[in-house]
């Protein structure tokens, strides 16, 4: 069985940590670096993970999966090159960093694959695109592929289209969540107690999601069937239109794939 460890437990590292075991995977198979003692007590004590240094998962795992924030990548790749053993698979969720970083920091001949993962991952509805590196073959994806499922979705994309990929799903889950935030406001402007116009807006957007999720219509389609003419609807659509939420998004989502990039040069030689 192979052993991974995950470097950085934090949400998504929880989350993928408890979606392999809930996918089958044995506790004493999973193991994960955290630098608060207080939460790795609790999660080894929820789950039975093993808490680990840096050092004793690249002895021991072949699968590293990074989970730090991009800001904190420096002193783990400096702290995990030379201890490294050959063949060992890196998995890295850090959003925005090429696997030409991982490459040039650990030793010649590292597979390296670069995932996209988003916060639904926390209730095992993650939409994940992976990217292999220069030295990753089609079985790395393969073994990348299988522990992503058990968290979600899994898409396989040219490493050229990463950053799109974190301006759109990576960062997706909160432009729908400032939406629905918006919509519960105009709830209570409207007269609606909060609670029920949070009712009210969740479960429309559920309901929502599924329609989509089936996939037999076009979103285009499932707007134009609510959208009566001379009708409410279509009145609202009109003044969104009219203040540019259209082109507001697009920019927004350009703008969050120009940071990716960003964060990728800061780490460039």
Known sequence: MTKIAVL???????????????????????????????RARSLTEQYGFEAVTVAGAAARADVLVVAVKPQDIEPLLTELSPVLRPGTLIVS???????????????AGTPVVRVM????????????????????????????????????????VPES????????????????????EAMIDAGILLGIPRDLASQLIIQSAVGAATMLAEGTSHPV???????????????????????????????????????????????ED
């Open 161 to 180: 289209q990463q950053d799109a990929v974190t301006a759109l799903s990576g960062s997706g889950p909160a432009y729908f969540f400032f939406l629905v």
């Open 93 to 107: 969720l850090c959003a925005g960093l090429p696997t030409a970083l991982y490459e040039r920091r650990l030793p």
């Open 8 to 38: 950085g437990a934090g949400k998504i590292g929880e989350a993928l940590l408890s979606g392999l075991l809930q996918g089958g995977r044995a506790a004493a198979d999973l193991m994960f670096t955290e630098k608060h003692e207080s």
């Open 117 to 156: 993962p988003n916060t639904p991952m926390v209730v095992g509805e993650a939409m994940s695109a992976v990217s292999g590196g220069s030295n990753a073959t089609a079985e790395h994806l393969k073994v990348v592929e299988e522990l992503l499922s058990t968290v979600g979705k899994v898409a396989v």
């Open 221 to 267: 389609i499932l707007r134009e069937a609510v959208t009566s003419p001379a009708g409410t609807t279509i009145m609202a659509i009109r003044e969104l239109e009219k203040h540019g939420v259209r082109a507001a998004l697009l920019a927004a989502i350009e703008s969050a794939r120009d940071r990716s990039v960003e964060l990728g040069r800061q780490h």
